[in-house]
């Protein structure tokens, strides 16, 4: 095992219980020791998403073995090496998605999830990268199977999701249809790439799809709301289209017409991300450095950064994510 000189104890945030936004305290915490085939990061950057905040509530536990810190993504430069690591080296800048531990100053994570910082890039921008275009990439590509010149319907067009799938699709040759709940949520979706931005509020997203693409529908749609958007995603798609379910923030439970699913030939996938196991986030690691790599190193795509807050206020950066008024990631500072 090789390290640089690190502490024995670090500040983490805790969740000290179930609840709001305060229940995110600093705490002191034993450095993390890597096992074969992992690495301790010294974190520079933590991003927070959606799953931290359920994760606070009560509604998200960690998976078995994982951290019971939240936070999902990092960036830093490596501090230890664990056994069995070939491709690492101490002092090495990365980013990383963790199955948990990232509001801390020091994390440990399996090198298949550590992939280099794109050329030029913060530590803050580094570390909203990872859980977002880990779960576009899967979703709407590989589940998806999203094709050039095919449209892709992106629910919650100003999330850090939705603002990675747009600058994706679009790279890639897709046309993209947005829904977002404001005019300045909607022509943020326009500036990166979208081609047409409904808001939700004052229109129905069906009509709007079906009228922009000549009343054929959406091939892929990527949806985190669930609940009654279920049956409307089903009229808003395409024949043979494929609707994922990345979440169910307006309800795990909906009542549909199987009828539609059938008459179009549809397929309803979805997926979650934090329980996969290692060998599939490294695959999906190799499959962005490939394909995704290049386009951030040249800022084709890149994160949409909304606010950044010192660890310590962690709280304030769960209450940013709340009100829902956020464009693009909300990141920790960590030093």
């Known amino acids: ?27 002191t ?17 933590a991003g927070v998403n959606r799953p931290d905040v359920q994760q606070r509530k009560g509604a998200y536990p960690p998976p078995p073995g994982a951290s019971d810190l939240p936070g999902l993504e990092v960036a830093g430069e490596i501090a ?14 990365v980013c990383a998605l963790t199955p948990g531990g990232g509001y801390a100053e020091y994390v440990k994570v399996h090198a298949g999830s550590v992939l280099p910082i794109p050329a030029g890039f913060t530590y803050s921008e ?5 859980e977002n275009y880990f779960t576009v990439w899967h979703n709407v590509f590989e589940r998806g199977g999203l094709k050039k010149g095919e449209t892709l319907l992106v629910h919650g067009g100003s999330s850090g999701i939705g603002t990675t799938a747009i ?24 500036n990166l790439g979208a081609g047409r931005a409904i808001n939700y509020r004052q229109e129905d997203f069906v009509a709007a799809v079906k ?21 409307r995603n ?26 539609t699913l059938m008459v179009k030939r549809l397929t309803h996938t979805g997926s979650t991300l934090r329980p996969r196991s290692v060998e599939f986030k ?13 386009l951030l190193g040249t800022r084709k795509v890149a994160p949409v950064m909304d606010m950044i807050f010192p660890l310590t206020e962690a709280w304030r950066a769960h209450e940013r994510m709340e009100e829902g008024e956020h464009i693009g990631k909300i990141v920790l500072d960590v030093g």
Not at 215 to 225: C, P, Q, S, T, Y
Not at 234 to 259: D, K, L, M
């Open 211 to 231: 009228d922009a693409t000549g009343g054929k529908g959406a091939e892929v749609i990527l949806d985190m709301v669930g609940g009654d958007y279920v049956a």
């Open 126 to 130: 580094a570390a909203a990268v990872p």
């Open 234 to 259: 089903y009229e808003a798609a395409a024949v043979e289209g494929r609707i994922v379910q990345i979440a169910v923030q307006a309800g795990a439970v909906a009542s549909t017409n199987f009828a």
């Open 80 to 93: 230890v090496l664990g056994d069995e690591i070939s491709r690492w080296r101490i002092g090495d800048r």
């Open 282 to 294: 490294a695959a999906v690691a190799a499959a962005l450095e490939a394909q995704v790599w290049p």
């Open 29 to 45: 915490r034993d450095v993390p020791a890597p096992g074969p085939g992992e690495v301790v990061i010294r974190v520079h950057a």
């Open 1 to 27: 095992m090789a390290s640089q000189k690190i502490p024995a104890t670090m500040t983490a945030i805790a969740i000290s219980q179930p609840g709001g936004p305060r229940v995110l305290k600093p705490e």
């Open 167 to 190: 600058q994706l699709a679009a790279a890639f040759g897709a046309y993209v249809i947005t829904t977002a709940g404001s005019k300045e949520k909607c022509d943020a979706c326009l």
